[in-house]
């Protein structure tokens, strides 16, 4: 397993811009696969999109051209790049990672982060 750390989280006004960070400490953090959930009030976790170890990327199709997941390997970090917010994507965002699976179920993925919430204002 890898700890990961969530940053980046605050208020940003419909249609704004916001970037989220999970910094891991991991030896081989190229090695893992990321994925980034996020759950609003009173609703299930929600897939939101990942990458894999050769960058590619997936994303649901609620936030997909609105959203970009990246990484920089070098700095053990992920990237959620948010654009074009909207109210409902209120949520607190979660970042996971697993050395050996990757998809859209939250089951798939060994370590979690802490959450960080990001709060769209109308």
């Known amino acids: 397993q890898v700890m990961l750390v969530e940053s980046g989280g605050g208020l940003v006004q419909t249609g704004g811009s916001m970037r989220l960070s999970c910094a891991a400490t991991a030896r081989a953090f190229s090695n893992y696969a990321v994925a980034w959930f996020r759950q609003a009030p009173g609703k299930e976790r929600e897939f939101v999109g990942f990458i894999n170890m050769a960058k590619g990327t997936y994303y649901a199709d609620s936030v997909t051209g609105r959203f970009t997941i990246s990484r920089d390997n070098a700095k053990n970090t992920a990237y959620l790049q948010m654009n074009s917010v909207k109210p409902e994507d209120t949520a607190v965002y979660y970042c996971?990672?697993?050395?050996?699976?990757?998809?859209?179920?939250?089951?798939?993925?060994?370590?979690w982060g802490q959450g960080t919430q990001v709060t769209v204002s109308s």
């Open positions: 996971a990672a697993d050395s050996g699976r990757i998809g859209t179920s939250a089951n798939l993925y060994s370590s």
